[in-house]
């Protein structure tokens, strides 16, 4: 859980970390707090993360909820590979576990958990994905970071940092659970690389889209 | 680039894991109150049967509207075929209605190979049993089923997923005519399972020392140290000749009795890839018996369909299969 200590100016293809261990852990308290504002309590409320790296979000914010509210809320794991709209355009992928609460979501509040919030094009996949599953009440929107760049009108209802960003960087979240540390990474724009938004992006650690 | 599933012994370990892995993933939506996703829309599957065909034709069906593919079904009964249209003018047909994966069972070995490779068509073909060669499909469903009811019993490795490593399966019967066999022969045995095949002589292949398997002419020494049993359709469509004196001999020796179902260890499961002969290569009751997974093979088959169509077809390239020339 230690953060690597932000570099003040190496290379600039070297990533450079925005947000370390104790600031992620802030951003997930104060989402937590802004969804029992918002939803004024979590009677039912259900958190659906979006793997890999909105599942252990998804738990964080659960445990930060049950210590505001004393209420456990449910939490799943909601796979939308079979319902991107860039499959054609790279190799077939394995699938993420899908993992609905046994209550269902019918009826409830799902909020649906991320790592990065980028074109937009995941999030409008999710929502396919959560009308196939059932109807809830309504769906609501947390992501760790917000990096811009929408290609849909799509928007968060919880954003753990808005972090302005040039196309030609990269945004990587790590997370303790499955990278052993928990930071976000700014990439630098060295390389036009692969995560202009509408290409096929999201390779590596954590990356949104 | 075209990539194709033709036989299991083209899959390496970790192609079947994946669409094991991504079968099991499937599974999970034949539970939920919409059965279907996006995934494949405006792809087209074409399931071309040229041989009678229940639950294979229905579940490559199934399975590709699960995933909202268009799928036109053409059987060889009642279309120009019986007119005396080859399979070359029928892939053409095929090939000009833009058909994206073609599922073909054929009395012929091999015909799904000449489909494959003959330049006649550009779309994907799956073999779903060709003559007494390869049923690719069948064996993964199979070993799907084998690993959803014996994952305790496998051996699993510190990292990555679970194989069938350490189990026993044994595959009982018409050998001979069996493309069920011979693509469990090659699949089990790729997932680190022992195979024993166990058949009247007269219904065991002549050259099996290159398989992956033993074999044995007693069928009751066997029972008591299987994790599961696998018995064969005694195909009386494909024996042209005497293979055994009489059906009540052949079950006498070789079918699955109660008797036999009493030998069998308390976990083993009993299995076959249907349609079955009761009375001939299996009892009612065996075929009925709580450890019977004939049933759950049918249901798996789907999501294993789904999963094959999904790997073939939803990338920019396919993720199993082996490479073609100049891939």
């Given at each position: 859980m230690t953060a690597v200590p932000a570099r003040s100016s190496a290379s600039s293809d070297d990533p450079r970390v925005v947000?370390?261990?104790?600031?992620?852990?802030?951003?997930?308290?104060?989402?937590?707090?802004?969804?029992?504002?918002?939803?004024?309590?979590?009677?039912?409320?259900?958190?659906?993360?979006i793997p890999s790296r909105g599942v252990p979000l998804a738990h964080r914010i659960s445990a930060r909820l049950a210590e505001i509210e004393g209420t456990s809320v449910p939490v799943g794991s909601l796979d939308i590979t079979m319902y991107r709209d860039d499959l054609r355009l790279q190799p077939a992928r394995a699938l993420e576990v899908t993992d609905l609460p046994a209550?269902?979501?019918?009826?409830?509040v799902v909020v649906l958990v991320d790592d990065v919030l980028f074109s937009g094009r995941t999030i409008r996949a999710a929502l396919d994905a959560v009308s196939d599953v059932g109807r809830p009440r309504a769906v609501q929107l947390a992501v760790l970071v917000d990096r811009g760049h929408r290609e849909l009108p799509i928007r968060a209802d919880y954003v753990g940092k808005n972090l302005p960003t040039s196309l030609r960087e990269s945004v990587h979240v790590q997370l303790d659970e499955?990278?052993?540390?928990?930071?976000?990474?700014?990439?630098?724009?060295?390389t036009p690389d692969s995560d202009a938004p509408g290409d096929a992006a999201e390779v590596g650690s954590g990356e949104g889209s | 680039m075209k990539r194709h599933l033709?036989?299991?012994?083209?899959?390496?370990?970790?192609?079947?894991?994946?669409?094991?892995?991504?079968?099991?993933?499937?599974?999970?939506?034949?539970?939920?109150?919409?059965?279907?996703?996006?995934?494949?829309?405006?792809?087209?599957?074409?399931?071309?049967?040229?041989?009678?065909?229940?639950?294979?034709?229905?579940?490559?069906?199934?399975?590709?509207?699960?995933?909202?593919?268009?799928?036109?079904?053409?059987?060889?009964?009642?279309?120009?075929?019986?007119?005396?249209?080859?399979?070359?003018?029928?892939?053409?047909?095929?090939?000009?209605?833009?058909a994206d994966v073609v599922v073909v069972r054929h009395p012929l070995s091999g015909a799904p190979h000449r489909l494959a490779h003959a330049d006649w068509l550009d779309a994907h073909v799956v073999n779903a049993g060709d003559g007494t060669h390869e049923h690719p499909t069948q064996a993964l469903l199979d070993a799907f089923t084998l690993r959803r009811h014996l994952r305790e019993r496998i051996d699993s490795p510190d990292a990555g997923s679970t194989a069938l490593d350490g189990l026993h399966?044994?595959?009982?019967?018409?050998?001979?005519?069996?493309?069920?066999?011979?693509?469990?022969?090659?699949?089990?045995?790729?997932?680190?399972?022992?195979?024993?095949?166990?058949?009247?002589?007269?219904?065991?292949?002549?050259?099996?020392?290159?398989?992956?398997?033993?074999?044995?002419?007693?069928?009751?020494?066997?029972?008591?140290?299987?994790?599961?049993?696998?018995?064969?359709?005694?195909?009386n469509e494909r024996m042209n000749g005497s293979f055994f004196p009489s059906a009540r001999e052949y079950s006498r020796r070789y079918g699955l009795d109660e008797r036999r179902l009493s030998l069998l260890p308390d976990h083993a499961l009993v299995m076959h890839p249907g349609p079955m002969n009761r009375g001939l290569e299996i009892s009612a009751r065996a075929a009925d018996s709580p450890r019977s997974v004939v049933v759950d093979q049918v249901r798996n088959g789907v999501s294993v369909r789904?999963?094959?169509?999904?790997?073939?077809?939803?990338?920019?390239?396919?993720a199993i299969g082996h490479e073609e020339v100049g891939a």
């Open positions: 947000l370390d261990a104790s600031d992620i852990a802030r951003a997930l308290t104060r989402i937590a707090h802004e969804i029992v504002e918002r939803n004024k309590g979590c009677a039912d409320l259900v958190l659906l993360g209550q269902g979501i019918d009826g409830r499955l990278d052993d540390r928990d930071a976000v990474l700014l990439g630098g724009g060295g | 033709l036989s299991t012994a083209d899959l390496t370990r970790d192609d079947a894991l994946l669409v094991l892995d991504t079968a099991e993933e499937l599974a999970r939506i034949a539970d939920r109150p919409i059965k279907k996703m996006p995934t494949l829309r405006g792809r087209t599957v074409v399931n071309l049967f040229y041989e009678d065909s229940t639950r294979t034709r229905i579940s490559f069906e199934a399975a590709a509207k699960r995933l909202s593919a268009d799928v036109i079904n053409f059987s060889a009964k009642g279309s120009s075929v019986s007119k005396g249209e080859s399979l070359k003018d029928t892939a053409l047909t095929l090939a000009a209605m833009g399966v044994a595959i009982v019967g018409d050998v001979l005519h069996s493309r069920v066999a011979r693509s469990n022969v090659h699949l089990l045995s790729t997932l680190g399972a022992r195979v024993s095949l166990v058949a009247p002589p007269t219904l065991m292949p002549l050259h099996t020392e290159g398989w992956a398997s033993e074999v044995s002419y007693a069928l009751d020494s066997i029972l008591p140290t299987v994790d599961a049993v696998m018995m064969l359709r005694v195909q789904m999963a094959v169509l999904y790997l073939l077809l939803s990338g920019s390239e396919p």
